[in-house]
């Protein structure tokens, strides 16, 4: 805790520690890659097997569902985990309030904490396997074994964003029918106007905060009426 302390509160907050594998710049490149590769390959995978027969929409759609399921599961389990983890510090004998007498400062210090031994091979392991399980619906069954090295990185990417001090942020809001915003999406199709569907989630440092990739999206041409 000390060496944390030293790290969090022994330099400029505004200046991100160069020696973490896990900060925002790397989480992002991680996540840019984890399309450009793993997703490509299960998109590919879908399409070519003959038990699922599934058009490229469908895939997409199945894909970014699958991103999102990964994301809320990291998302719960962190704030489920660290609740339980401020009782095991805070509380030797049981539950108690924690919440009313635990100082921001030493939240920060267990989230640090907390943070870097969530990176462990071990506790990645859990979070993976915890997700898999939730799958359990009989209908994409097949479509989760043909995925699977795309659903355990997506999980395993989603586990340190959720971790991240500010969480990142996953934009899906985007609608059917918008206006095609190149300050925040690419089209993976000969430009339109308007937004088919979503692809790939632009990603944000913090809901709020700046933008560290762009996000993917199909676009239409809009036809005019003569």
Not at 118 to 124: L, S, T
Request: glycine residues 6%; proline residues 4%; aromatic residues 10%.
């Amino acid at each position: 805790l000390s060496k944390l302390d030293l790290q969090l509160y022994g330099k400029n907050a505004d200046i991100p520690d160069l020696s973490d594998p896990n900060r925002a710049i790397k989480l992002c490149e991680r996540f840019s890659q984890l399309y450009d590769d793993e997703w490509t390959d299960a998109f590919d995978d879908m399409l070519k097997n003959e038990n699922i027969k599934v058009s490229q929409k469908d895939a997409t759609v199945f894909l970014i569902e699958i991103l999102q399921k990964a994301f809320d599961f990291c998302e719960t389990t962190a704030y489920n985990h660290f609740e339980r983890l401020k009782e095991v510090v805070f509380s030797p004998f049981g539950k108690s309030d924690t919440k009313a007498r635990l100082k921001s400062r030493e939240e920060r210090r267990l989230k640090e904490t907390r943070r870097q031994i969530a990176a462990y091979d071990g506790v990645i392991d859990e979070i993976k396997k915890g997700f898999i399980s939730t799958l359990t619906d009989p209908k994409i069954k097949e479509y989760v074994r043909i995925t699977k090295p795309f659903l355990e990185l997506s999980v395993e990417i989603c586990w340190m964003m959720v971790l991240h001090e500010p969480p990142l942020y996953m934009d899906m809001s985007v609608r059917i029918g918008e206006p095609f915003d190149t300050n925040k999406y690419t089209s993976n199709t000969a430009s339109g106007k308007t937004v088919e569907f979503l692809v790939w989630p632009p990603l944000f440092n913090g809901k709020g905060g700046g933008l560290l990739s762009k996000g993917v999206v199909s676009t239409q041409k809009i036809i005019g009426r003569k």
